[in-house]
């Protein structure tokens, strides 16, 4: 199939800073058009709308403008964290995109808690896994097997939960690996896409899971269509009281590949 089939370009190794204002990925297409006056105009226009109504449903695809310079935009958050997070990971988003991206008419920036791109291609409800980012621990499981049959079941439900209607794109769920180990994982789909693309765009990512993210004790799968993570510490909302994301103390283990179309 022609999307598996993209080459790969790979940089790699810059340390994941985890800060919550980091960007996870940033994307300025150097392929694409430059602005116009009236294409930034629409741009500068249609950020605010993607803010306020993603802060409100944690989603928004909506365009502006007209002919040559109509601009289309979408935004969204992970579907598990909270109106307020939503809310400032989009503001954020928006305010770093044009500084990042202040010359191309295709930009996409992604976070742990949101994403927000546009274009004045319309790309919306469009599958899309030409460029991607892998992040990875560099630490591997101990048992592989027992790992690896989890999380390939694991997957497979959260996976097919993502897909269906009303679900907003969202899979999560644990599985418990040993009395002393579970595994989490969270899928998210753009809710522009139909049902099956959602699922191609997660096969995509599972199935490079072998080239990046092989024994690897977690690993996230970032594109421009959905967004795939495990880990073997708890990460999604809601967090029980027992539970500390370990995440800060373990994020410098992490290591990136970016693959591009
Ligand atoms: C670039 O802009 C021209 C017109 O200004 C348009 O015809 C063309 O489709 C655009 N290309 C892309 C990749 O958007
Ligand atoms: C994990 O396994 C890979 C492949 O066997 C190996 O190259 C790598 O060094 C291991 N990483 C650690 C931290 O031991």
């Not at 985890?18 to 150097?30: F, G, H, R, T, Y």
């Not at 319309?122 to 560099?138: A, H, K, P, R, S």
């Not at 959905?226 to 999604?236: D, G, H, K, S, T």
Request: glycine fraction near 6%; proline fraction near 5%; charge should be neutral.
């Amino acid at each position: 199939m022609a999307f598996f089939n993209h080459y790969l370009l790979i940089f790699i190794l810059f340390v994941l800073s985890v800060e919550s204002a980091d960007p996870s990925a940033q994307l300025c297409n150097d392929n694409s058009n430059s602005t116009t006056p009236q294409i930034t105009k629409n741009i500068d226009s249609i950020l605010p709308k993607l803010v306020q109504a993603t802060s409100q449903f944690g989603y928004s695809a909506t365009s502006f403008g007209h002919g040559e310079a109509q601009v289309f935009g979408l935004a969204q958050c992970r579907g598990d964290v909270s109106t307020q997070d939503c809310s400032s990971c989009i503001q954020e988003a928006a305010k770093e995109i044009r500084s990042f991206c202040p010359n191309k008419v295709d930009a996409r920036i992604w976070y742990e808690y949101c994403f927000l791109r546009y274009n004045t291609q319309n790309f919306i409800g469009e599958l899309d896994t030409g460029f991607g980012v892998f992040y990875y621990n560099v630490e591997n499981v101990t048992d592989p097997k027992t790992f690896n049959k989890g999380l390939g079941s694991l997957m497979y439900q959260i996976n097919t939960v993502a897909a269906v209607s009303g679900s907003k794109g969202l899979g999560k769920g644990e599985t418990k690996l040993s009395p002393f180990l579970t595994l989490y994982a969270l899928v998210q789909c753009t809710r522009d896409l139909p049902e099956l693309s959602c699922r191609q765009c997660l096969a995509i990512a599972v199935g490079n899971f072998p080239t990046y993210c092989e024994n690897k004790k977690g690993c996230r799968v970032i594109y421009s269509s959905c967004y795939v993570r495990y880990e073997l510490y708890p990460f999604f909302f809601p967090l029980d009281d027992k539970q500390t994301p370990l995440e800060s103390s373990s994020m410098t283990n992490y290591r990136s590949v970016v693959t591009k179309p």
